[in-house]
């Protein structure tokens, strides 16, 4: 390097020699600073508002199993049940048909499902069938004051007057709790999906009719005769199986001893 060069002309040549950066008049050990421990960043404190707010833990939502299980009582099921958000079936009814009549009575008839006019007054067995079902009630000396009534489905089907598989089971636990609270002396089951479902069989009412069936649960102390027997809207499109239906009343009657 040249000794009689000015500052600048010292500067241009570095330039011209490659230099592009100044490293300082001080040495500095490398080494000796890479030995240092590292420097880690500390977390500010949490706030006491901060600290105050609860953490939000989103649970699973409740199958119907679980929420019937937890009722102690027929107006806690009842309620449980309108609060319930676990089916489609559900969010396109207007009531949830829960029951009518007397729940100490002996008998209990559950039949299908809601119809219009239940789904509309929240009452189960309304309209042109619920009548029909109220004279062959009279018949056996029976009425809604010493009868209990109910659906298997408490909530109106949209798409066919008849609940699907899927519907019944999935609302099954709710009817077996009903049952196991209301705890009668006799069960009457209205209709194909009841049936099949409460007695656990595949057979059509055709060939379950007019049969009584020993019904059982966890929650009750001992099993529940039950008949099963054609729904009330089927007779009112069959009128000839009302003979049938009449001897099937006839069995209950002597049954209860009537």
């Not at 939502?61 to 676990?86: I, K, W, Y």
């Not at 009549?101 to 008998?107: E, R």
């Not at 209990?108 to 499902?113: K, L, N, Q, R, V």
């Not at 309304?126 to 079902?133: I, M, Y």
Request: with cysteine; charged share 20%.
């Amino acid at each position: 390097m040249p000794l009689d060069l000015t500052p600048d002309q010292l500067l241009r040549w570095y330039m011209d020699s490659g230099v592009d950066e100044t490293i300082g008049e001080t040495p500095q050990d490398r080494f000796a600073l890479s030995a240092k421990p590292a420097v880690r960043a500390v977390a500010p404190p949490v706030s006491a508002a901060a600290a105050a707010v609860p953490l939000v833990v989103h649970h699973a939502p409740q199958t119907a199993t679980h929420v019937a299980g937890e009722c102690r009582t027929l107006e806690e099921l009842r309620l449980a049940m309108e609060g319930f958000d676990g089916l489609a079936l559900k969010r396109t009814a207007m009531s949830t048909v829960f029951a009518d009549g007397n729940p100490d009575a002996a008998v209990m008839i559950i039949g299908e499902a809601p119809g219009q006019d239940e789904d509309r007054q929240g009452r189960p067995f309304l309209g042109a069938s619920g009548k029909l079902l109220d004279r062959m009630l009279a018949s056996i000396g029976l009425d809604r004051d010493s009868a209990y009534l109910t659906y298997a489905v408490p909530w109106r089907p949209v798409e066919s007057p008849k609940p699907s598989h899927d519907d019944v089971s999935l609302c099954l636990p709710f009817i077996i709790r009903h049952i196991e609270l209301a705890d009668p002396q006799l069960l009457i089951l209205l209709g194909g999906a009841s049936a099949s479902a409460l007695l656990a069989r595949h057979e059509p009412i055709s060939r379950l009719r007019g049969q009584f069936f020993d019904y059982s649960s966890p929650g009750l102390p001992r099993p529940i005769p039950a008949l099963a027997t054609f729904h009330p809207a089927y007779l009112l499109s069959t009128p000839a199986a009302k003979r049938d239906a009449w001897r099937h009343l006839l069995q209950v009657k002597t049954r209860l001893g009537h």
